[in-house]
Nanobody
Framework: QVQLVESGGGSVQAGGSLRLSCAASGRTFSSYVMGWFRQAPGKEREFVGTINWSGSRTYIGDSVKGRITISRDNAKNTAYLQMNSLKPEDTAVYYC????????????????WGQGTQVTVSS
C-alpha cells in the first residue's frame, strides 16, 4: 500500500500560481502511476492529469492543458502539480491518487487517494 498526503493548497488571485505536492509513504513510490483530480462544490470529480512511473509520460486534461504541469521526484517520493494562470473556475479540492498501471487519459483504476487540499482562486 501507499499513503498519500497533499499540501500546497491555499488562496490565490486569478492569474497567480500554485504548486501542489503529494508526498507518498509506504511501498516504493516509483512503482505507482500518479494522478491528480479535483472536485469543485456541487460538481463531479474531474480528472486533471497523470504521470507515469518514471515521469517520462504525462497526460493533461483539456480543461487545464497549457496551464499545468505534472512532475515527480522519485528520490523524494513526491509528485507535483504546478498550476499557472489560475482562474476562479480552478477553485476546488485537489486530490492526488496512485495506481500501478499507466493508461493516459483513462481516469479509472486509482486505488489510493490522499485527503485533498483546497485551492481557492479569487477574481
Amino acid at each position: 500500500q501507499v499513503q498519500l498526503v497533499e499540501s500546497g493548497g491555499g488562496s490565490v488571485q486569478a492569474g497567480g500560481s500554485l504548486r501542489l505536492s503529494c508526498a507518498a509513504s509506504g511501498r516504493t513510490f516509483s512503482s505507482y502511476v500518479m494522478g491528480w483530480f479535483r472536485q469543485a462544490p456541487g460538481k463531479e470529480r474531474e480528472f486533471v492529469g497523470t504521470i507515469n512511473w518514471s515521469g517520462s509520460r504525462t497526460y493533461i486534461g483539456d480543461s487545464v492543458k497549457g496551464r499545468i504541469t505534472i512532475s515527480r521526484d522519485n528520490a523524494k517520493n513526491t509528485a507535483y502539480l504546478q498550476m499557472n494562470s489560475l482562474k476562479p473556475e480552478d477553485t476546488a479540492v485537489y486530490y492526488c491518487a496512485a495506481k500501478t498501471s499507466y493508461s493516459g487519459s483513462d481516469p479509472g483504476g486509482y486505488s489510493y487517494w490522499g485527503q485533498g487540499t483546497q485551492v481557492t482562486v479569487s477574481s
